[in-house]
């Protein structure tokens, strides 16, 4: 009887039911959207990055050299000579070097120059290869191209269909300015499989059909951009690792390390985000508060008419308090969902900006509990009114 | 439809007062299961606090109410409770409908306090609402009924749990005449047909000449010093 007659009384008292209930889910999702995006987005660059140990790039920044080199979202520092690149390659301890070029797109998507060991890169030592084939065959000859996932859908182009490359990693759509084609044909030869990362937005192709578009015809005159290395066993990965990064010219980088300075910073902006986050959720209490309070007048009466009929005090604490827990309880849930349905839909339009998917996002008990206190801190403005409620004299307020 | 068979309701003794100045002694009573009552008496002499005592709702400051073998004022609250849920059928003077809730809610209400839910709640509210001639009505909040129709679902919202007492406090005070004397003889009515004791507040002379037993009430005594056992004018009890 007294969820029965809570739910009539806040269907009586719809206006403040609503406002407070939108008051509750906006400051819940609120507190909940940034952060569950900020994982979705840590979490999505992590799955797209683990597939490679260790990243060797010219000296500069680190989170520049992952952004640029695995992500393809920023300019690379510049180039490593081709001999650290052929230095890496020869040690004993290297399982594998991959090279990787860059400098030219078509219409905006990266050209990826690299050889056919990027194929050879796995999860885990015995996991099948990374990235692989959907259809045709891997490139053998400059200027035949691998398509990624979604470069294949976007382009239109398909097995056997050529194209020409531009120069610069971005297309140029700015009036006055010409788009500087090469003069070299590229021929699609195989598309590959969706990874959900960076390489499916991606055209790969050999890096001498970089070189040789750039003019880069011998050793001396050639560069790499990056090296994509993994070494045989994990104790050489960091002595490679810090011998490179002791030499003049190079830098290795882990990624997950860089994630790791990059995650810190986020932290950052998240502990003042949380600090808004706190405003708004005691904003929405004081909405609570103030809806219960609000109803003062028009409470009394029900209560005292409850009361008269035959409601013991128990019922009416009960309906009070049921009410705004009611209120605050689908409130939160709304709030849930919204942050939810946000951090999907905004998780997608990012992950395309980002090049990379972003997983669903998931709620976990410690981000939840961000919102929940809500409830107590609800029950807790109900309660003085709800005491209020159980120890009025029915006779009082019914003239 | 019968009530839970009247028992007799005895008041003796029955004293309240209000603050150190104001004392209200009431005569005492005995009426039979089923019978018949009308109280009449100036404005401000104590007839809607007599009638929440013998609904329960207040406890008078000394005295007795006894409804068959049951001391209503020395009832625990949750025993209270459960006698005003029950046992009493009270048609309050402003209705006192819940606001928002339908007529047919209204109803439900009173039943689910009364223990009566589910399928057989909602059966016997549309019943008695038909019975009433709400059958139209019964998703309308109060503020779409007229005040003959607001009159009626307080009526069925008093009697839809079969009550042995019904208590009507100025049933008539917000009808005009023609429709005060339907209302009147829709309460006897019911009340017949349920068996119930019917005991009605009215300071409507046309009220009071309706029912046979009439018990006037006298003028309050007001004084800077008056005891709780000064008398106040001698109630008449007409017709007893």
């Not at chain 1, 301890?93 to 050889?115: C, E, I, M, S, W």
């Not at chain 1, 790791?260 to 706190?278: D, I, K, M, T």
């Not at chain 2, 309240?16 to 009426?31: A, E, I, K, M, N």
Request: net charge neutral; glycine share 12%.
């Amino acid at each position: 009887m007294t969820f029965w007659i809570a739910l009539r009384n806040l269907r009586t008292r719809w206006l403040a039911t609503l406002i407070t209930l939108l008051a509750v889910s906006l400051a819940t999702a609120t507190a909940l959207v940034v952060p569950l995006l900020s994982r979705q987005v840590e979490r999505g660059a992590q799955d797209a990055a683990q597939v490679f140990d260790l990243l060797i790039t010219a000296k500069g920044s680190p989170s520049q050299a992952v952004l640029s080199s695995l992500f393809y979202l920023d300019v690379p520092i510049g180039n490593l000579p081709y001999s650290e690149y052929t230095r890496l390659k020869a040690d004993p301890r290297t399982l594998r070097a991959v090279p990787l070029g860059f400098g030219d797109n078509y219409h905006g998507l990266p050209l990826v120059g690299t050889d056919p060991s990027f194929f050879e890169q796995r999860l885990k030592p015995g996991d099948p290869p990374y990235f692989h084939l959907s259809r045709g065959r891997m490139f053998g000859q400059p200027f035949e191209a691998l398509l990624g996932a979604s470069a294949a859908a976007q382009t239109g182009l398909k097995i056997g269909d050529t194209f020409r490359s531009a120069h610069g990693l971005e297309e140029h759509h700015e009036e006055g300015v010409e788009e500087e084609e090469h003069e070299a044909t590229y021929t699609v030869v195989g598309l590959l499989a969706a990874t959900g990362g960076p390489v499916d937005r991606a055209v790969v192709t050999p890096i001498e059909s970089l070189w040789r578009v750039h003019g880069q015809l011998t050793p001396e005159s050639r560069g790499v951009t990056a090296v994509l290395y993994t070494a045989g066993r994990l104790n050489d990965l960091y002595s490679v690792a810090q011998q490179t990064s002791a030499r003049p010219l190079a830098q290795a980088v882990f990624p997950g390390q860089v994630f790791a300075q990059v995650r810190g910073f986020v932290l950052q902006g998240q502990a003042a985000y949380a600090g808004l986050s706190l405003l708004m959720l005691l904003l929405s209490a004081l909405t609570v508060w103030l809806s219960v309070h609000a109803s003062g007048l028009e409470r009394a009466r029900s209560v005292a008419l409850l009361r008269a009929l035959g409601a013991g005090r128990g019922t009416v604490f009960g309906v009070v308090l049921l009410e705004t827990a009611l209120v605050v309880l689908l409130g939160l849930g709304l709030g849930v969902l919204f942050s939810l349905g946000l951090g999907g839909l905004v998780g997608g339009v990012l992950g395309g900006r980002l090049g990379f998917s972003l997983p669903a996002p998931t709620l976990d008990p410690g981000l939840l509990l961000r919102v929940l206190w809500l409830f107590p801190l609800g029950l807790l403005a109900a309660l003085p009114p709800a005491v209020g409620a159980a120890r009025a004299e029915p006779t009082r307020n019914l003239a | 439809m019968s009530a839970r068979s009247a028992q007799p309701l005895l008041l003796r003794g029955l004293t309240h007062r209000y603050g150190p100045d104001v004392t209200l002694r009431y005569p005492d009573l005995h009426l039979d299961g089923g019978a018949e009552l009308v109280v009449s008496g100036p404005s401000g002499v104590g007839k809607t606090t007599w009638l929440h005592f013998i609904a329960g709702l207040l406890t008078p400051t000394a005295g007795q109410v006894r409804y068959g073998d049951v001391a209503v004022n020395a009832l625990g609250e949750a025993a209270r409770d459960r006698y005003r849920a029950q046992t009493v059928g009270y048609v309050f003077q402003d209705f006192h409908l819940m606001p928002g809730y339908s007529a047919l809610e209204n109803v439900l209400l009173g039943l689910g306090l009364a223990g009566v839910r589910g399928a057989a709640a909602n059966a016997r509210a549309r019943e008695v609402l038909g019975q009433l001639g709400l059958e139209a009505r019964l998703n309308h909040s109060a503020r779409q009924l007229s005040t003959g129709e607001r009159q009626r679902v307080a009526l069925a919202r008093a009697v839809a749990h079969r009550p042995a007492l019904l208590l009507a406090d100025e049933p008539t005070a917000h009808l005009d005449p023609g429709r005060g004397g339907e209302a009147v003889a829709l309460l006897r009515s019911t009340a017949a047909e349920l068996g119930a004791t019917l005991i009605v507040v009215s300071h409507d002379p046309a009220v009071v000449n309706a029912f046979e037993r009439r018990l006037e009430l006298g003028r309050a005594v007001s004084g800077e010093a008056a005891p709780l056992e000064r008398p106040r004018d001698r109630p008449v009890l007409v017709g007893a």
